[in-house]
Every structure is written in structure tokens, then in C-alpha cells.
């Protein structure tokens, strides 16, 4: 709450918003490191698109000069926030990117990476098929050292169609699917450059547990840890090249605690895999509440000592065990709680899937600052930058690879499925947030020998400790995997496990979703945030302990160290492919606007604060917005141990106190009887004491007042309110990074209206764009539950960003418009693009209503000034209401 009162002071004074952090992303598997004769540059920007067939689109002469400009990671199309039902366009879309390559790269090795593409897809280079891929969510790694034009222009030329295909994982159609495909090049392309000898991609070698570099551990104790390490170097030089791989390995601070080098001779053509150890004595461990991160820099010397490639990794020394009946064991002592988390889906409101790095990231960050331990990825492996998120904020993470109850005996598609999980096992292997891998199709009936298949497959390249499978506990051939997924005994449901096996440890994979059928999808669980508070306090308790018996919060934290934990379906709104409905049982909406559940969530977080982790220490929340028609009982989320809530200045005070006894969740909802009455605060208003009506909540440890939560009815619609949602981080100015800018109705205290119907329109002046127009209801935007969201995207050069915003019919008694302003930084890597190709990337379309948006400060400060004589008149007729109503 403070933080959202420091957002509203910023945007009332308009001054900027200035974020002091930048979070770190991954690059094709690496980090980028100094003078290590490689380097990464971003493909994103300024690619030519069109939707549908283009006969010939991947002749280098082809004539795109009418197609649209787009930048990276690009979803096909904008989509309103209730997006199911198959609304979305599938088919064929071409991609052209035009651009002449650095001199100083000629002689380089070059890769093409593309994180992901949508669907089966091409990629020509002036007009030459390089490869094919099928699949959806891993990467598609071209070499084109040999393609390229070095007297002119290149092009690069990608066909993709998410149309539904069984051949390839997921395989079902999407008008049977509980999620949405989307498409398009919908995550980061980039090309890497490096010498001709070489540290190797893993999955472009496509060897067993080979290629580029392996991290794994073994032996881990609070006293020492072995570091095992395998790297591959190819030669791609006509003579041999004799020289020493080099790692070393550096605290958070920089301090060097484990250096070592290994001589290595390869032949031309060929390439070398070389096995080494590191010990680190005393080393700081990697776990959910101390999530630590060496740097691991990786170097390729010659004979004079010459660095002739290298990168740098993050890496976090820990080691995970699954004991059966003992449970989960995390460096070499049992987890002492089970693991609370959530599933996610990767799609964002608008933009699909299409989501910019930062947003991972801040999606990360909230979860873990919800309390969240584990994210399951469902129902695919997800973009690098979340993965880089979790090993950063300390998500334990389960890794899936893609498909939902779907089976095809053609035996490609079985190979197809094999090669995805390798895939992302070679992807994901070196990150420390990897707990559990996933390989079999997420409730699917396929063979037995499949899922054995799959299993083996995993451990083949992963061959080190730590790496456990899981599988659910009724699909065919679960026996050979060590976890399973169930719903705990004490759920008492017909689904629930029945019998434990001592030798299996259980874990429920998804809870809290409650459907009338599985074809109405009616459920306590599923609110949309705009349906209010009641809907969202039932949304609450049911995710809490509801009175009827059922996998909740309470339920997991009941069951023996056998079950260790369970992930909530689910954490964030979605779009779905078989339903007409968005799945709405999030705790966050499309946007990442929060709802009860939410706090109800974040009150399960221990009440001490720590400085490694963000958001943590004692919280109290008050779920009721003092409306007309809030319920008189009051619920309180709190993780102190003991609350007091007042009712008004002079009004009356009750207190609850923590059952010293308790064995279920770590706080209980708390409900206090009886204590809002709207007559109550209407009796005071008309005596002209409405500073008098307020709900207070204080959260008490050992006596003393350590959090406290205010709630004032909100009262005439005065003003818009103006925040940006960046959880402090920086909008970088590389065409594709965006924010998400929050618009809010307030009477003139502040206070958030949440009950109203207006729409709010948002103009931009500076380097920025609006995404989405109205068409899809992106902006102009309907205010739901008080507030109107909009994604402003950087352009390609840093600067000021201004957004005003106002209701859409504006009038001399409407609420005063508001203003704010954003600064964008500098683009972290170079960016390859023609500029003739940005400059057509289209803005957003201003028409005369809009430009009239943009007020001088004199301007404002006459609309103020009106304001406050409309409101001198409304006395005379609150006057001559009063004299002619009743006055009680």
C-alpha cells in the first residue's frame, strides 16, 4: 500500500517516475561477459509482417514495401482483455527482416536465436531454406555464417502457422484446449557472434547431456560443495588449436572462491568435451529465502594466453532430494513447511503471449512477494527470462514440456514429444530454481512405456544428482517416477490419493479450481476481479479453508512431510482456447491487478522482515470497501498475531487474537461480526462528519503496533489517479519493453471509487506507444473495480514519456484528468534494424478528441479551479435536498 501511495503522490505532482533497477536476462543460454570475443545483439526491432499466405515472401527480392512494421516479441495481433473462445487468429504469417550487417562481424561465427516461434515454422536467409521446426516453445538456433551478403542488404524471412496441428506437441486443437496458442515470433530473437572456436549451443549440438556448457552438484553441505562442470569447444578452423579452458567463480560481491583451468587440444572440425571440479569451502546456498547467485565466468584461452571465447553463467549451488515418506530434503535437511505455490500460464492482457522480459520478471516478483515458493510451468517450457527471475527472487520451479490430454500413436509425434523434453532439459539444466522436471503430457492417457520413455530420457541428459521427475498418480506407468501428483488424503475427494507409497513423495500439481462441470465452468474459485467484493471474499475463503472439504491452503499444511506442497490453479487470469470465458480464478487479473486472494495469500508469509527478499514482514489487510453494499461481517488478512479493528472515530473496537494452538495455515482468515453498517456512515455524512467513517485495522506483535491498514468510504468521483505498475524496474527503450500504467477514478481524498462505469481514454506524447486501440477496448478503457490499465511500450530511443489520461466524456462536473510522467533508459544490448523499416513502425493513432488531451499547466489549473467553483455550487443543491428530504 505504500508503494501504491508513493505512485499516486508521484503522478498528483507529475513529476517523473524514475525506477533505479534493471533487472539481468539471459542471451541464447549466456550472459554476456568483456573482451571474450563474443558478443549478442538484439534481432528485435523492425521486422516486416503480414497475416496469411504470401506466395514467394521468401525470395530476398520479394516485395514487402506494403506489409506492416513490427517489432519483437511479436503476438499476431492485439487482443481484448476477454480474449477465449478461439477469438484468436489462427493460420499462416510471414516475418521479413531487412537489415546490412556490421563489417567488423565478417570472419565471426553467427547464430540466429530464436527463443521461440509459434507453431511449425521456416527460416530462410536471402531466399535459402536454413531450417524447419516444429513446436512451439524452444528455441530455433540457425547458423548463417555462410548465408549472409556482405556487399549489401540481407533478409531474413519467417514463415510460421499456428494453425491446429496433431503431429507435433501440444497437438489438440484449440478449440479443445484450456489455453490459447496465440503465435508469431512471440519471443526475443537474437544473433550471436563469436570466434571459430568455440563454446557450443546445447541445443543446436543436439548430443546427449552435451553441448555448451553443464553445470551440476554434488556432495552439498553448509561446509563445501563440488562443482561439476562439462563444456564443449568446437574448432571450426583449418588448423588445430591447442589452449586451456578456464572457469572462475565469483561471489555476488566479485570475490574470486574457486579458480581452475584445464588444457584442451582439438582437431580442425572437430570439437572437445572437457569434465572438471570446483570445491567451494563454506558456501552460500541457494534457497527460496536466500536465493544466491555466483557468477560462474567461463573462458577459452589460447597458448598466449588470449581469451578466444567465453560467457558467463548464474549459478546457485544446492541440492534437492525426494525421500519418499521423509519428503523433500533442499541441501541436505528436510524443508521444515510444505511448498505453497502456483501454476502459470505465460499470457498477458493484450499482448498474448507475446510479454516482454521485464514482465516476466515483475511476474515473478510478485509471487514471490505473495509468499509463493514454487511455479509450475503449465502446460510448457516458458520464456529464459522468467526462468532468470526465479533463480534471482528464489521460485522453485516445476518444468513441463508442452501438451494437454492429448495422445497421437503416429510415431512421430511421440519423437516429437522425446525431442522437446530434451530440448528443454539442455535449455534449463544449469538454472538452481529447476526442482522438478515434468515430462509426460499433463493429463493425457498415452502408453505405459511412454511414460518410461520420458523419464529415462531425463536422466540420460541430466546424469548428475538432483534431478527428479514427476508424473500424476493415475496416468499410465507413474511406478517408475519418485514424485507424484495428488491431492492430499485429508481433501476427503473422490480424486484424492487413497494409499501412500513410502517409496513416493506426493505433491498436489494443481488445487483450488471448484467447477460445477467441467462444461459450465461455474466455480467459487473463479471471480472476476470486477465482480466485486463479495465474490472475491468467497474466492478468498475457498482458497483458504472453506467449509466444505476440499484441497486448500489449510488442507496442504494438514498433511504429513510425505506430501510436500501443492500449486494453486491458478496465479493469474488467462485466455483459454474451448471456453467462451477467460479462466478468472487468478489472484491477479490479465493485468496483474491484485484481488482479495491476493492479500489473503500474502498474509500466509512469515511476519519477519528480510532484506534479500522484497515485500516481506507484518502485513494487515482489510477486504471491504465501506460501500453501500459491503457485507457488515469484515475479514481481515493478517499474518500478525493479533489484530484490532475499529469502526469509525467513536465508533466500536473488537480484537482477534491468534489460537496459540493452531495446525493449519499459518493465518487464518479473520472475521469480525457485525461490525460495517453503511447507516451508520450515512448518519455521520449528513452531519457533515464523514472524516469521522473509516474502518482501522492494526496488526499487533508482542503488543506493539507493527501494520496497519485504513479504509474511508469512497465519495464523490473528483479525480483520475495516475501509477505505474514497473515493481521499480526500468522501461528500456529497445522497441519491445513495456509498462503497465494504471488509471483509477478517486474522490478528493484519494480514495479509489469502485464503483462506477466511465471509460477512460489515455494519450501519449514522448517515446512511447499505446498498445491496442479501441476496437479491442485497450483505450479507450472501461474502468473495472475502480481502475483502467494500459501498456505503454517503449520506442527505440530513450527519453521522456508522458500519459494523460481522462474520463471519455469529459464534462464540467466529470473528474479532473490526470497526468504523468515515465523516463525510458538506454537499450541494454545493440539492436540490429534498418532505420528506413523503425520509422514505420506505427505509433499510436491520435485523432483531434485525443490531442485535446494534452493541457497546459494554466489549462489544468482552470479546469482545478472550476472543479472547486462546481463544487461551491453543489452546496445549494445538498441545501435544498436536505430541506426537502428526510434527514435520517
Same mark, same amino acid.
Given at each position: 500500500?505504500?508503494?501504491?501511495?508513493?505512485?499516486?503522490l508521484?503522478?498528483?505532482?507529475?513529476?517523473?517516475v524514475?525506477?533505479?533497477?534493471q533487472p539481468e536476462?539471459?542471451?541464447?543460454?549466456?550472459?554476456?561477459?568483456?573482451?571474450?570475443?563474443r558478443?549478442?545483439?538484439?534481432?528485435?526491432?523492425?521486422?516486416?509482417?503480414y497475416k496469411?499466405?504470401?506466395?514467394?515472401?521468401?525470395?530476398?527480392? &520479394?516485395?514487402d514495401?506494403?506489409?506492416?512494421?513490427?517489432?519483437?516479441?511479436?503476438?499476431?495481433e492485439?487482443?481484448?482483455?476477454e480474449?477465449?473462445?478461439?477469438i484468436?487468429?489462427q493460420?499462416?504469417?510471414?516475418?521479413?527482416?531487412?537489415?546490412t550487417?556490421?563489417?567488423?562481424?565478417?570472419?565471426?561465427?553467427?547464430f540466429l536465436?530464436?527463443?521461440?516461434?509459434?507453431?511449425?515454422?521456416?527460416v530462410?536467409v536471402?531466399?535459402?531454406?536454413?531450417?524447419?521446426?516444429?513446436g512451439?516453445?524452444l528455441?530455433?538456433?540457425?547458423?548463417?555464417?555462410?548465408?549472409?551478403?556482405?556487399s549489401?542488404?540481407?533478409?531474413?524471412?519467417?514463415?510460421?502457422?499456428?494453425?491446429?496441428?496433431?503431429?507435433?506437441?501440444?497437438?489438440?486443437?484449440?478449440?479443445v484446449?484450456?489455453?490459447?496458442?496465440?503465435?508469431?515470433?512471440?519471443?526475443?530473437c537474437?544473433?550471436?557472434?563469436?570466434?571459430?572456436i568455440?563454446?557450443?549451443?546445447?541445443?543446436?549440438?543436439?548430443?546427449?547431456?552435451?553441448?555448451?556448457?553443464?553445470?551440476a552438484?554434488?556432495?552439498?553441505?553448509?561446509?563445501?560443495?563440488?562443482?561439476?562442470?562439462?563444456?564443449q569447444?568446437?574448432?571450426e578452423?583449418?588448423?588445430?588449436?591447442?589452449?586451456?579452458?578456464?572457469?572462475?567463480?565469483?561471489?555476488?560481491d566479485?570475490?574470486q572462491?574457486?579458480?581452475?583451468?584445464?588444457?584442451?587440444?582439438?582437431?580442425?572440425?572437430?570439437?572437445?568435451?572437457?569434465?572438471?571440479?570446483?570445491?567451494?569451502?563454506?558456501?552460500?546456498?541457494?534457497?527460496?529465502?536466500?536465493?544466491?547467485?555466483?557468477n560462474?565466468?567461463?573462458?577459452?584461452?589460447?597458448?598466449?594466453?588470449?581469451?578466444?571465447?567465453?560467457?558467463?553463467?548464474?549459478?546457485?549451488?544446492?541440492s534437492?532430494?525426494?525421500?519418499?515418506?521423509?519428503?523433500?530434503?533442499?541441501?541436505?535437511?528436510?524443508?521444515?513447511?510444505?511448498l505453497?505455490?502456483?501454476?502459470?500460464?505465460?499470457d498477458?492482457?493484450?499482448?498474448?503471449?507475446?510479454?516482454a522480459?521485464?514482465?516476466?520478471?515483475r511476474?515473478?516478483?510478485?509471487?514471490?512477494?505473495?509468499?509463493?515458493?514454487?511455479?509450475?510451468?503449465?502446460?510448457?517450457?516458458?520464456?529464459?527470462?522468467?526462468?532468470?527471475a526465479c533463480?534471482?527472487?528464489?521460485?522453485?520451479?516445476?518444468?513441463n514440456?508442452?501438451?494437454?490430454?492429448?495422445?497421437?500413436?503416429?510415431p512421430?509425434f511421440?519423437?516429437?514429444v522425446?525431442?522437446?523434453? +530434451?530440448n528443454?532439459v539442455?535449455?534449463?539444466?544449469?538454472?538452481?530454481?529447476?526442482?522438478?522436471w515434468?515430462?509426460?503430457?499433463?493429463e493425457?492417457? *498415452?502408453?505405459?512405456d &511412454?511414460?518410461?520413455n520420458?523419464?529415462?530420457?531425463v536422466?540420460?541428459?541430466?546424469?548428475y544428482?538432483?534431478? *527428479?521427475?514427476?508424473?500424476?498418480?493415475?496416468?499410465?506407468?507413474?511406478?517408475?517416477? %519418485?514424485?507424484?501428483?495428488?491431492?492430499?488424503?485429508?481433501?476427503?475427494?473422490?480424486?484424492?490419493i487413497?494409499?501412500l507409497?513410502?517409496?513416493?513423495t506426493y505433491f498436489? +500439481?494443481?488445487w483450488?479450481?471448484n467447477?460445477?462441470?467441467?462444461?459450465s465452468h461455474?466455480?467459487?474459485?473463479?471471480?472476476? +476481479?470486477?465482480?466485486?467484493?463479495?465474490?472475491?471474499?468467497?474466492q478468498?475463503?475457498?482458497?483458504?479453508?472453506?467449509?466444505?472439504?476440499?484441497?486448500?491452503?489449510?488442507?496442504?499444511?494438514?498433511?504429513?512431510?510425505?506430501?510436500?506442497?501443492?500449486c494453486?490453479?491458478?496465479s493469474?487470469?488467462?485466455?483459454r482456447?474451448?471456453?467462451?470465458?477467460?479462466?478468472?480464478?487468478g489472484?491477479?487479473?490479465?493485468f496483474?491487478?491484485?484481488?482479495?486472494s491476493y492479500y489473503?495469500?500474502?498474509a500466509? +508469509?512469515?511476519?519477519?522482515?528480510?532484506?534479500?527478499i522484497?515485500?516481506?514482514?507484518?502485513?494487515? &489487510?482489510i477486504?471491504?470497501?465501506?460501500? %453501500?453494499?459491503?457485507?457488515?461481517?469484515?475479514?481481515?488478512y493478517?499474518?500478525?498475531?493479533?489484530?484490532? !479493528?475499529?469502526?469509525?472515530?467513536d465508533?466500536?473496537?473488537?480484537?482477534?487474537?491468534r489460537?496459540?494452538?493452531?495446525?493449519?495455515?499459518?493465518?487464518?482468515?479473520?472475521t &469480525?461480526?457485525?461490525?460495517?453498517?453503511f447507516?451508520?456512515?450515512?448518519?455521520l455524512?449528513?452531519?457533515?462528519?464523514?472524516?469521522?467513517v473509516?474502518?482501522?485495522?492494526?496488526?499487533?506483535i508482542?503488543?506493539?503496533?507493527?501494520?496497519?491498514?485504513k479504509?474511508?468510504?469512497?465519495r464523490?468521483a473528483?479525480?483520475?489517479?495516475?501509477?505505474?505498475?514497473?515493481?521499480?524496474?526500468?522501461?528500456?527503450?529497445?522497441?519491445?519493453?513495456f509498462?503497465?500504467?494504471?488509471?483509477?477514478?478517486?474522490?478528493?481524498?484519494?480514495?479509489?471509487?469502485?464503483l462506477?462505469?466511465?471509460?477512460?481514454?489515455?494519450?501519449?506524447e514522448?517515446?512511447?506507444?499505446?498498445?491496442?486501440?479501441?476496437?479491442?477496448?485497450a483505450?479507450?478503457?472501461?474502468v473495472?473495480w475502480?481502475?483502467?490499465p494500459?501498456?505503454?511500450?517503449?520506442?527505440l530511443?530513450?527519453?521522456?514519456?508522458k500519459?494523460?489520461?481522462?474520463?471519455?466524456?469529459e464534462g464540467?462536473?466529470?473528474?479532473?484528468?490526470?497526468?504523468?510522467?515515465l523516463?525510458?533508459?538506454?537499450?541494454?544490448?545493440p539492436?540490429?534494424?534498418?532505420?528506413s523499416?523503425?520509422?514505420l513502425i506505427?505509433?499510436t493513432?491520435?485523432?483531434?478528441?485525443?490531442?485535446q488531451?494534452?493541457?497546459?499547466?494554466?489549462?489544468?489549473e482552470?479546469e482545478?479551479?472550476?472543479?472547486?467553483?462546481n463544487?461551491?455550487? !453543489?452546496?445549494?443543491?445538498?441545501?435544498?435536498?436536505?430541506?426537502?428530504?428526510?434527514?435520517r
Amino acid at each position: 500500500m505504500r508503494k501504491l501511495i508513493g505512485y499516486i503522490l508521484l503522478s498528483l505532482i507529475c513529476l517523473p517516475v524514475l525506477a533505479a533497477y534493471q533487472p539481468e536476462f539471459s542471451t541464447a543460454g549466456f550472459f554476456r561477459m568483456k573482451n571474450s570475443g563474443r558478443d549478442v545483439y538484439s534481432m528485435n526491432p523492425a521486422w516486416r509482417f503480414y497475416k496469411g499466405a504470401a506466395e514467394g515472401a521468401d525470395a530476398k527480392e &520479394f516485395n514487402d514495401k506494403d506489409w506492416t512494421v513490427v517489432s519483437l516479441p511479436h503476438g499476431i495481433e492485439y487482443l481484448p482483455t476477454e480474449a477465449s473462445g478461439c477469438i484468436n487468429y489462427q493460420g499462416e504469417v510471414w516475418y521479413r527482416k531487412h537489415f546490412t550487417p556490421d563489417a567488423a562481424l565478417k570472419g565471426k561465427k553467427l547464430f540466429l536465436h530464436f527463443e521461440a516461434i509459434m507453431g511449425k515454422s521456416k527460416v530462410f536467409v536471402n531466399g535459402k531454406l536454413l531450417t524447419e521446426h516444429f513446436g512451439g516453445y524452444l528455441p530455433v538456433i540457425v547458423d548463417v555464417t555462410d548465408a549472409l551478403d556482405w556487399s549489401g542488404e540481407n533478409v531474413i524471412a519467417v514463415w510460421t502457422d499456428n494453425s491446429d496441428d496433431p503431429s507435433y506437441p501440444p497437438g489438440k486443437a484449440q478449440d479443445v484446449l484450456d489455453y490459447t496458442y496465440f503465435g508469431g515470433i512471440y519471443r526475443d530473437c537474437w544473433l550471436v557472434s563469436h570466434n571459430n572456436i568455440f563454446i557450443t549451443d546445447p541445443n543446436y549440438e543436439n548430443e546427449i547431456a552435451g553441448g555448451g556448457l553443464f553445470v551440476a552438484f554434488d556432495k552439498v553441505s553448509d561446509t563445501s560443495a563440488e562443482v561439476l562442470l562439462q563444456l564443449q569447444v568446437r574448432n571450426e578452423t583449418k588448423k588445430a588449436f591447442t589452449g586451456v579452458v578456464e572457469y572462475e567463480l565469483q561471489q555476488p560481491d566479485g570475490k574470486q572462491v574457486a579458480f581452475l583451468n584445464d588444457k584442451v587440444k582439438i582437431k580442425p572440425g572437430k570439437t572437445v568435451t572437457s569434465s572438471d571440479k570446483l570445491l567451494v569451502q563454506q558456501p552460500m546456498l541457494w534457497t527460496p529465502s536466500t536465493p544466491t547467485l555466483y557468477n560462474l565466468l567461463v573462458r577459452v584461452r589460447d597458448e598466449q594466453g588470449n581469451v578466444i571465447d567465453g560467457y558467463r553463467r548464474r549459478i546457485g549451488i544446492r541440492s534437492i532430494e525426494f525421500k519418499g515418506k521423509d519428503g523433500f530434503w533442499l541441501n541436505g535437511k528436510p524443508y521444515e513447511k510444505p511448498l505453497i505455490g502456483a501454476n502459470r500460464h505465460q499470457d498477458f492482457a493484450v499482448v498474448g503471449n507475446a510479454v516482454a522480459n521485464s514482465i516476466h520478471w515483475r511476474d515473478a516478483k510478485k509471487l514471490k512477494d505473495v509468499g509463493m515458493e514454487v511455479i509450475r510451468n503449465a502446460h510448457c517450457p516458458q520464456d529464459p527470462a522468467f526462468m532468470d527471475a526465479c533463480d534471482e527472487l528464489g521460485l522453485f520451479v516445476i518444468v513441463n514440456t508442452p501438451g494437454w490430454q492429448f495422445w497421437n500413436d503416429a510415431p512421430e509425434f511421440a519423437q516429437r514429444v522425446y525431442s522437446d523434453i +530434451r530440448n528443454l532439459v539442455r535449455r534449463d539444466r544449469n538454472y538452481a530454481c529447476v526442482w522438478l522436471w515434468e515430462p509426460i503430457l499433463n493429463e493425457t492417457w *498415452y502408453p505405459a512405456d &511412454f511414460a518410461k520413455n520420458t523419464n529415462d530420457i531425463v536422466h540420460a541428459e541430466y546424469p548428475y544428482p538432483s534431478c *527428479y521427475c514427476g508424473s500424476d498418480s493415475e496416468a499410465r506407468g507413474h511406478e517408475v517416477f %519418485p514424485v507424484l501428483f495428488a491431492h492430499p488424503q485429508n481433501a476427503d475427494k473422490e480424486w484424492a490419493i487413497k494409499e501412500l507409497d513410502p517409496s513416493k513423495t506426493y505433491f498436489t +500439481r494443481e488445487w483450488g479450481d471448484n467447477v460445477d462441470d467441467w462444461n459450465s465452468h461455474n466455480s467459487p474459485s473463479r471471480v472476476a +476481479r470486477n465482480w466485486g467484493e463479495q465474490a472475491m471474499l468467497i474466492q478468498a475463503q475457498h482458497y483458504a479453508s472453506p467449509s466444505y472439504p476440499y484441497t486448500s491452503y489449510d488442507a496442504l499444511f494438514q498433511t504429513s512431510r510425505q506430501h510436500v506442497g501443492g500449486c494453486l490453479w491458478h496465479s493469474f487470469d488467462h485466455q483459454r482456447g474451448y471456453h467462451p470465458d477467460p479462466f478468472y480464478g487468478g489472484i491477479m487479473d490479465v493485468f496483474r491487478q491484485p484481488k482479495y486472494s491476493y492479500y489473503m495469500f500474502k498474509a500466509q +508469509r512469515p511476519p519477519v522482515k528480510s532484506d534479500l527478499i522484497a515485500e516481506t514482514g507484518p502485513m494487515v &489487510f482489510i477486504a471491504n470497501e465501506m460501500t %453501500p453494499f459491503s457485507g457488515k461481517d469484515v475479514m481481515v488478512y493478517s499474518n500478525c498475531d493479533e489484530v484490532r !479493528l475499529t469502526f469509525n472515530k467513536d465508533g466500536k473496537t473488537s480484537t482477534y487474537k491468534r489460537d496459540k494452538g493452531w495446525q493449519g495455515m499459518p493465518s487464518p482468515v479473520i472475521t &469480525f461480526p457485525d461490525m460495517y453498517d453503511f447507516m451508520v456512515d450515512k448518519a455521520l455524512s449528513r452531519d457533515r462528519k464523514q472524516e469521522d467513517v473509516y474502518l482501522l485495522a492494526e496488526g499487533l506483535i508482542d503488543g506493539k503496533v507493527v501494520a496497519t491498514h485504513k479504509v474511508t468510504p469512497a465519495r464523490r468521483a473528483e479525480k483520475l489517479l495516475l501509477w505505474v505498475d514497473n515493481e521499480g524496474t526500468n522501461l528500456e527503450a529497445n522497441g519491445s519493453d513495456f509498462v503497465t500504467v494504471v488509471a483509477a477514478i478517486a474522490d478528493k481524498q484519494g480514495n479509489i471509487k469502485r464503483l462506477n462505469n466511465y471509460f477512460i481514454k489515455f494519450h501519449i506524447e514522448g517515446e512511447g506507444r499505446i498498445l491496442g486501440s479501441a476496437d479491442i477496448m485497450a483505450n479507450p478503457a472501461p474502468v473495472k473495480w475502480g481502475t483502467a490499465p494500459v501498456l505503454v511500450q517503449s520506442t527505440l530511443k530513450p527519453g521522456k514519456i508522458k500519459v494523460m489520461a481522462s474520463v471519455l466524456m469529459e464534462g464540467s462536473q466529470m473528474p479532473i484528468s490526470a497526468e504523468l510522467e515515465l523516463e525510458s533508459t538506454p537499450a541494454v544490448y545493440p539492436l540490429v534494424y534498418n532505420q528506413s523499416e523503425a520509422v514505420l513502425i506505427p505509433l499510436t493513432v491520435t485523432g483531434k478528441t485525443d490531442v485535446q488531451m494534452s493541457k497546459s499547466s494554466a489549462e489544468r489549473e482552470v479546469e482545478r479551479l472550476q472543479k472547486e467553483l462546481n463544487a461551491l455550487k !453543489l452546496k445549494e443543491v445538498e441545501r435544498q435536498q436536505t430541506e426537502f428530504g428526510e434527514k435520517r
